[in-house]
């Protein structure tokens, strides 16, 4: 071999060479990399698909149970138009012959409706819960938009049938709008796939769930989620009482009202009813009814048609509030605010003011705690009320009224009292809460008794709380009407001030207020500690 020749070939040898040399020493660079611990366990490939077959698994086995409900009722509407050109033939009621072409409209657009009507429609979902063709849904599904009357006309989609169009007529069982929960019936050919009710009190923050239903009318549509919260209250007053929901991501829009919320057992645990959104869609909040409320209205309506609660005509703030009870004298309890005319409250003893600690022994630390005893018992049976009166422990017996007449009875518009403007301008106190307050007139303060069945004519109305003020942070406004401060009663002007006058740093202040609202005024307590 030439010198030519041998020279390349010592290149190559000596490449090799260090390429070895190189890979050996990063060989043993990576020795740590191997288990320091053979004991430990390593982990598995997850399963891709696990989660889905338990959706789908669900799905299968609830989806048969879960219909589609489509309601109809008739608008009348009036194409009568007074004026100049008015139909000397037309008696007025907007049906009469107001154009020539009017037979003809009515005889070809009525649309299955009486001539002179449109028909207004929804869609829903429910779940059936007995093979017979009985179906839990919400209440508002087979209510007119425009009014709380039932719709005229229902029809049902179940999910196996032939023909998709035509449906299944159904008829109300019952419904219940304090819960937003209704029971409608069917008469199917054959006994129906069920849905199993779950304990909604086992559910847990995190847990997955499904919501089935028919949002926007596409049937068996199936959207999963997690529970993000329980005991969720979104409706204020009176109207929310008895609604405390769960809170899901799992999608819920217009159409699924009515729709079962299942967990992955395939159990009901809820009925979709609600969404919080910003544009009338899915927005990532979504509230069902908890199964065992639904339980118990659908026992009590397909037993009896309606729902029985009991109550005893007293008003109060659900929750605990926590500065009021302090400044009362207590921690626990809840705070009568206003006792009803003519019911058992009243013929009780029991007085505004008063704190129930305890019904039939079963303390009573919130209003809910309250509610649900009260609401629980039967209307006629006797319960045993312990209560705190001005700090001493009390006791009476009381019969338990029927929720539906005490407070239907007051459901309905009172005559509104005098608007509580000030008397004059003179008298006005400026102190360290913040307020400005001004006498009332005199047929303005017994008005304000007469309402809210005082034994005397008391109270200033506040004309001015001063923004950031302690008065603002308690949330006390203009128009409100200081009846008592500190249990002493206001009778005008020189008493707050005189209370006003003797309050000192850290020292709890409490306030009766009376506020006007849609149905006269009512009373509430309010309290806090001064800065």
């Not at 400005?436 to 709380?465: F, H, M, Y």
């Amino acid at each position: 071999m030439s010198k030519r020749g041998l020279l390349p070939a010592i290149v190559i040898a000596v490449t090799l060479g260090v390429g070895i040399l190189i890979g050996t020493i990063v060989s043993r660079g990576v020795r740590a990399a191997r288990p320091f611990h053979p004991e430990a366990k390593l982990l598995g490939e997850p399963s891709p698909t696990e989660l889905s077959e338990s959706f789908a698994r669900v799905a299968d086995r609830v989806d048969p149970a879960v219909v589609n409900i489509k309601t109809e009722s008739d608008v009348r509407v009036s194409r009568h138009k007074p004026g100049a050109h008015e139909n000397p033939n037309d008696d007025g009621d907007g049906d009469g012959d107001d154009t020539p072409f009017e037979g003809f409209f009515d005889h070809f657009f009525h649309f299955g409706g009486p001539p002179g009507t449109i028909p207004e429609t929804s869609l829903g979902s429910g779940v059936i819960l007995d093979p017979s063709g009985f179906i839990l849904t919400n209440c508002h599904v087979i209510m007119r938009d425009s009014s709380n009357q039932p719709v005229d006309r229902m029809r049902v989609f179940l999910s196996d049938d032939d023909d998709t169009s035509k449906g299944h007529p159904a008829r109300i069982v019952g419904f219940d709008r304090w819960t937003d929960l209704a029971v409608i019936k069917i008469d199917p050919p054959k006994p129906l796939a069920t849905a199993t009710m779950g304990n909604s009190d086992t559910v847990r923050v995190g847990d997955w769930a499904l919501a089935i239903g028919s949002p926007f009318g596409l049937n068996s549509t199936v959207t999963a989620g997690i529970i993000s919260a329980k005991g969720r209250g979104i409706e204020p007053g009176r109207e929310g009482e008895f609604k405390h929901f769960i809170q899901t991501d799992a999608a819920i829009n217009p159409g699924n009202s009515g729709g079962p919320l299942v967990n992955l057992g395939g159990q009901v645990i809820g009925i979709n009813t609600a969404i919080a959104t910003q544009r009338d869609a899915y927005d990532g909040v979504g509230f069902a009814i908890p199964s065992n409320t639904a339980r118990e209205i659908y026992n009590d309506l397909v037993s009896t048609g309606q729902v029985r609660r009991g109550a005893i005509g007293v008003s109060f703030v659900n929750g605990r509030n926590q500065a009021v009870l302090e400044a009362m004298g207590t921690e626990h309890g809840v705070v009568i605010e206003s006792v009803g005319a003519d019911t058992p409250a009243e013929h009780a003893g029991l007085r505004l003011g008063d704190i129930i600690t305890a019904v039939d022994s079963k303390p009573t630390p919130t209003g809910d705690d309250l509610l649900g005893l009260i609401s629980e018992a039967n209307p006629g049976s006797r319960l045993r009320v312990n209560y705190l009166r001005d700090g001493k422990p009390q006791q009476t017996d009381l019969t338990v009224g029927d929720w539906n007449k005490i407070v239907g009875e007051n459901d309905g518009p009172a005559p509104k009292p005098v608007v509580a403007t000030p008397a004059s301008a003179d008298g006005g106190s400026k102190g360290g809460l913040g307020l400005t307050v001004k006498n009332l007139t005199t047929d303005q303060a017994r008005a304000i008794a007469r309402d809210l069945r005082l034994t005397s004519p008391e109270g200033v109305v506040v004309t001015d709380a001063r923004l950031g003020s302690f008065a603002d942070d308690l949330g006390l406004a203009r128009f409100d009407v200081i009846l008592t401060m500190n249990h002493q009663p206001v009778l005008s002007v020189d008493d707050f001030n005189r209370i006003e006058s003797g309050l000192k740093s850290g020292q709890s202040v409490l306030f009766l207020v009376a506020r006007e609202s849609d149905t006269g005024f009512t009373t509430q307590f309010v309290a806090d500690k001064l800065p």
